[in-house]
């Protein structure tokens, strides 16, 4: 079975651009969570959705963040406009729930703000 | 709101050797999970833990869900060069779906 698919896996870009980072879950899980990790704050949680609902969004740092889950196969993370501090690697992870807390984590998207 | 202390932050140990790392909480978890990292990868799942008192074990690897539901503990056996790599716990507390992570060990093996 394939595992959680992120893209891209890097991406570089200038501040002020917009960037959009894109997971598929694990087909047959309902709840995907998107992480940050850095040195400094390690994995943090941004934000998560159970049944393509988001359900608690409050470690989204600001505005600029945003969260789609538009169905039950895709995921966007949003950041307009970037700055040099997101730069970080963004994680997403999904979970079967109804009972079961094991997430399993993408392979990452590293972003580079310049 | 809830923390989770992982210690240690790192660990350099002799290939052979066993190795030990916990992390502890001030509230009350109702699950553990045990993840380890290699360099651009994400965190893969070792272990997972339900029951408080609950011994589990994959492979070389044997984790606890402490008796107090506020720690659990992770041993190595037999430290093999692929265990290098950084180890995360993570617990979920009262919220239906959300984990909250520990800061890492890091452990790096002499060949």
């Known amino acids: 079975d394939a595992g959680v698919i992120q893209s891209p896996r890097h991406e570089v870009t200038e501040m002020g651009q917009e960037v959009t980072l894109r997971c598929k879950p694990i087909s047959g899980h309902n709840s995907l969570f998107w992480y940050r990790q850095t040195m400094m704050r390690g994995l943090e949680l941004l934000i998560y959705?159970?049944?393509?609902?988001?359900?608690?969004d409050s470690g989204m740092p600001e505005d600029r963040f945003s969260a789609k889950m538009p169905n039950a196969s895709f995921s966007t993370l949003k950041i307009q406009p970037s700055e040099p501090r997101d730069s970080a690697v963004y994680f997403c992870?999904?979970?079967?729930?109804?009972?079961?807390?094991?997430?399993?984590f993408g392979p990452g998207t590293r972003l580079t703000v310049t | 709101g809830q923390q989770l202390n992982q210690s240690p932050q790192s660990m350099f140990i002799q290939e052979g050797e066993d190795v030990s790392m916990n992390c502890t909480s001030s509230s009350i978890f109702n699950t553990w999970l045990w993840y380890k990292q290699e360099p651009g990868e994400g965190p893969v799942l070792l272990i997972a833990?339900?029951?408080?008192?609950e011994l589990t074990s994959n492979g070389r690897l044997t984790a606890q869900f402490g008796i107090t539901r506020k720690d659990s503990f992770l041993n190595i056996s037999a430290s093999i060069p692929s265990d290098v790599g950084i180890y995360f716990c993570?617990?979920?507390?009262?919220?239906?779906?959300?984990?909250?992570f520990g800061s890492g060990t890091r452990l790096s093996i002499r060949p």
């Open positions: 993570a617990g979920r507390g009262s919220s239906a779906s959300k984990i909250i």
């Open positions: 992870a999904s979970s079967k729930g109804q009972g079961t807390y094991e997430q399993y």
């Open positions: 959705f159970n049944n393509n609902v988001p359900i608690d």
């Open positions: 833990l339900y029951k408080a008192g």
